[in-house]
């Protein structure tokens, strides 16, 4: 009698987890629908808008304005949700070109698309994303007999534009850097003398292809203390292709000094012995008016 005293809670433990076990067999699991994304279309409202080529590399998902999840594109995304929603999409952009600072583009509007979500059954989507109606841009694009920039005093070379077909990104002309063998160093920045708004996104935008290490920052001028120069993002050589890049300027420009004036400055070094060029394209300042 003692050991089958003994002997029974283990048996009643075992019939516990034969019962639950079978119990789960029982459940259906859910069968979610699908959202697939392709891609992210970029559509400006107005030509002042400047340049449409982005690079949108992720889609923020969100049902009834629930985050779903972070997707590299192209994605098939899993939705439990079935029946009638709200699906909203924003576009997914490198911050200061760091695969570590994934981020949905904060100047861009939200995607947003009633949806009848069935089970096992894909539904394909084609979000169309761009600016809000109060961002302005500022633009150079080497389009115009013009070129808003300058040489700065301890370069040994200046920017102009290039027409030949093989270096210019879009349209008839790009931003060209040369340094030739007995050059050392190029930097160039634009005088626009732009008033950007502080305490809200205020990001750059621009298409380049460098052989050469290219740093990129923000010149901010006030008549009392000069201007003052600061280096925001390292840009590695690009192996002959053109890229795309944000870089967010909000920091730098929320620290100056209420009625300082804006600039952006490039600056290459020479890596190789038999020269470096960088050109550059579509140099844009997005901000809200």
């Not at 981020?103 to 994303?129: C, G, I």
């Not at 761009?130 to 005093?153: C, H, I, L, R």
Request: proline residues 5%; charged residues 20%.
């Amino acid at each position: 009698m003692r050991r089958i005293y003994l002997l029974y809670p283990c048996l009643l433990g075992l019939l516990t987890i034969v019962t639950t076990s079978c119990s789960s067999f029982d459940k259906e699991e859910a069968v979610p629908a699908y959202l697939r994304i392709d891609s992210i279309t970029f559509q400006r409202s107005s030509p002042l808008q400047g340049t449409e080529s982005q690079n949108i590399t992720e889609a923020w998902v969100f049902i009834d304005d629930q985050l779903q999840g972070i997707y590299d594109l192209p994605c098939e995304v899993p939705v439990l949700a079935l029946g009638a929603h709200n699906l909203k999409i924003r576009g997914g952009i490198l911050r200061n070109l760091n695969s570590d600072q994934r981020v949905d583009y904060p100047l861009w509007a939200t995607y947003s698309q009633d949806v009848e979500l069935s089970s096992n059954q894909t539904l394909v989507v084609n979000p169309v994303v761009g600016y809000f109606e109060d961002v302005t841009t500022s633009e150079e694009n080497f389009e115009d007999a013009g070129v808003q920039m300058v040489k700065s005093p301890n370069s040994d070379t200046t920017i102009f534009t290039t027409t030949r077909t093989d270096e210019v990104f879009e349209g008839n002309g790009s931003g060209k850097m040369v340094l030739t063998p007995n050059q050392f160093r190029a930097v160039v920045e634009t005088n626009k003398r732009l008033t950007l708004p502080r305490g809200v996104p205020v990001f750059l935008e621009l298409n380049f292809n460098t052989t050469a290490d290219l740093r990129v920052g923000l010149v901010g001028r006030t008549n009392a203390n000069g201007s003052t120069y600061n280096v925001i993002v390292g840009i590695k050589p690009t192996q002959g292709k053109w890229k795309k890049g944000y870089i967010n300027l909000s920091e730098f420009v929320n620290l100056q000094a209420f009625g300082a004036t804006f600039d952006v400055y490039f600056d290459m070094a020479r890596e190789h012995p038999n020269g470096d060029s960088c050109v550059i394209d579509n140099i844009k300042f997005v901000y809200p008016q």
